[in-house]
């Protein structure tokens, strides 16, 4: 995936603004219909194998909670490089998402496994820090060895009007980043309308964003089918536009297989296959992944497994 950012021709608020509400509006309707007819599709058996482990592929597995612990960390970094330790054909999980204070211990915990950290930054989740502050968070995280920042956008400045802030706080966090990659979350749940989704994607994309994510999953409604086909649909624009692929990311409410898959078909069907990579599609889950394993057990075996098969997170 590039590092590049695109500049937009100008960074000034009113050329912001001028950009945004040119882009077409979205038919709300017609997006919760066709979310719902894409969700509805049925995937043949040998079809549905890959896409679980495509899916466990894609998840970044997350604890972000006041009570982690480095033990809590470590336990779900062991399982991120081995889901289910009874069958070592399962494939490893895209990364692991903690709290910048906990960067360097799941690091240490996945050496050698080629799972990347990612790492919530700039004062998550509600983002009410100043600059620096947000900074500083951010290269403490990249200093103590996180692949990738997650981020989140400054949704009272969004909100208000002031894109031009945004846009030059994801640039700020974006050279911050250095090597890694910045992952801008949205909180499409305080974003009020589908409109203001599209706008926020196509902003943080230009500010240079790699990826769009939905949501910190502290706010509900979350990675709704709706607002990741919205941003999907972003996503292939801005390449069509570019040249340059942004991942998306859904994180909040993706609980089980059968979301996962609907997932994926939204993937395929709106920004194409070639998204149908960790590296451009990943699904921010904590409870998600033992649903993805007991449903892979059941196709290879027949039976599902007991409820305390896998570990709890």
Not at 271 to 276: V, Y
Request: charged share 25%.
């Amino acid at each position: 995936m590039s590092h590049t950012a695109t500049a937009p021709e100008a960074t000034t608020n009113h050329a912001l603004r001028a950009h945004l509400y040119g882009l077409p509006g979205v038919d709300e309707v017609g997006a919760r219909a066709r979310a719902q007819d894409l969700s509805t599709r049925s995937i043949k058996t040998t079809a549905k194998a890959a896409a679980i482990d495509l899916a466990i592929s894609m998840v970044d597995l997350t604890t972000l909670e006041g009570a982690d612990t480095p033990g809590k960390v470590r336990s779900l970094c062991a399982k991120a490089a081995l889901p289910d330790p009874a069958d070592r054909t399962v494939p490893k999980v895209g990364a692991v998402c903690v709290y910048p204070d906990m960067v360097a211990t799941a690091v240490e915990a996945l050496r050698g496994t080629g799972i990347g950290v990612a790492s919530v930054a700039t004062a998550f989740p509600a983002g009410r820090a100043p600059l620096d502050v947000k900074l500083a968070d951010t290269r403490r995280a990249v200093a103590d060895g996180a692949s990738e920042i997650d981020m989140v956008i400054d949704r009272g400045a969004f909100l208000s009007g002031d894109y031009l802030k945004v846009h030059e706080e994801i640039v700020a966090v974006k050279e911050a980043c250095g090597d890694a990659h910045l992952k801008v979350i949205l909180e499409t749940g305080e974003l009020n309308t589908y409109d203001n989704v599209r706008r926020a994607s196509h902003l943080a994309m230009r500010a240079g964003g790699d990826f769009i994510k939905t949501s910190t999953g502290k706010v509900a409604p979350a990675a709704t089918l709706p607002v990741t086909l919205i941003m999907l649909e972003a996503v292939r624009d801005h390449h069509a536009e570019t040249g340059r692929r942004v991942g998306v990311k859904p994180a909040g409410g993706i609980r089980n297989t059968k979301d996962a898959i609907r997932n994926l078909v939204l993937v395929n069907e709106t920004a194409g296959p070639a998204w149908l990579t960790p590296d451009l599609f990943r699904i921010g889950a904590s409870s998600l992944l033992n649903d993805l394993l007991m449903q892979r057990t059941r196709l290879s075996t027949g039976t599902y497994p007991g409820p305390d098969y896998y570990t709890q997170d």
